[in-house]
């Protein structure tokens, strides 16, 4: 039984760290909530990237930066969006 429970403890650990995103700071309430398998992002501020889902290289900084942005039409990696709500619902594209 010992051994059985150690193999079981083994393969619960290694799968848990290969869901494990790299490189991701967040901090706020809500900051970077929805991130499920994107790496390298950085969310500052109350609820600051709340949509990015598997996004990579981001920088969203500031009260609901980026929050509900529209990744059907907005890529979701190498984006930096700074300030209280910006780009917080439909973006402008240029």
Do not use: H, W
């Amino acid at each position: 039984m010992k051994k059985i429970t150690i193999i079981l403890l083994c393969i619960i650990a290694i799968s848990s760290i290969s869901y494990a995103q790299l490189g991701v700071y967040s901090a706020g309430d809500g900051a970077g909530a929805s991130n499920t398998s994107g790496d390298f992002n950085t969310f500052v501020g109350d609820s600051a990237g709340y949509t990015n889902t598997t996004g990579l290289y981001n920088t969203f900084i500031g009260y609901r930066a980026g929050y509900n942005l529209n990744f059907a039409t907005f890529t979701q990696s190498d984006n930096t969006v700074i300030g209280a709500e910006a780009m917080g619902g439909n973006p402008v594209l240029n």
